[in-house]
């Protein structure tokens, strides 16, 4: 059981530190725009962009974070009104069904992202030779959904702990 705390709070960290970057690089930019197009009537082109992106990136990190403290879904108000055995009875099953859909969406956003690669979709363009393709900035769908996924698995054997714990 420790070393499933131990793996979700270095998880944690890493998703903060990204949260922490990419929140960073997001004001920075948008300011850069702001300056650039204010004074100097100019900006980058792909700028606009990218920030929806990390705007999705961000949102999935920060519900992998949510997920890791319990505070993503309102059905922990369900477990509110019990103790003891029930409680992690009613953990389990709710932890379990959050888990099954994240698996559900995670599967489904792997193949759309195996699609937009095989399509070939370009998101921006630095100039006439590098190019960004699309599926980059979409690979936060699958990884976003598994690190929930990752963090209600450990919940849920947690609360199987307690559940178990509290019978002997």
């Known amino acids: 059981m420790e070393k499933l705390r131990t793996l979700e709070k270095w998880l944690l960290s890493a998703e903060k530190a990204l949260l922490i970057a990419f929140v960073l690089i997001m004001v920075s930019l948008s300011f850069l725009q702001v300056i650039l197009r204010g004074f100097f009537s100019a900006g980058f082109l792909w700028a606009d962009t990218f920030l929806r992106h990390m705007v999705l990136w961000i949102g999935f990190l920060g519900a992998a974070v949510a997920a ?7 059905m922990d108000a369900a477990h509110r009104f019990f103790e003891g055995r029930t409680k ?7 932890h379990i069904a959050t888990g099954a859909i994240c698996w559900i969406l995670m599967r489904s956003s792997w193949d759309f992202l195996l699609n937009e690669k095989k399509s070939g979709a370009i998101l921006f363009s630095f100039g006439e030779s590098f190019h960004v393709p699309t599926w980059y900035a979409e690979v936060i769908l699958p990884v976003g959904f598994g690190l929930i996924l990752i963090h209600y698995a450990i919940k849920t054997i947690e609360a199987f702990g307690i559940l178990v714990q509290k019978k002997s």
Do not use: E, H, P
Not at 88 to 94: F, G, K, R
């Open 88 to 94: 992690a009875a009613v953990a389990i099953l709710t």
């Open 68 to 74: 890791s403290q319990n505070k993503q879904f309102a």
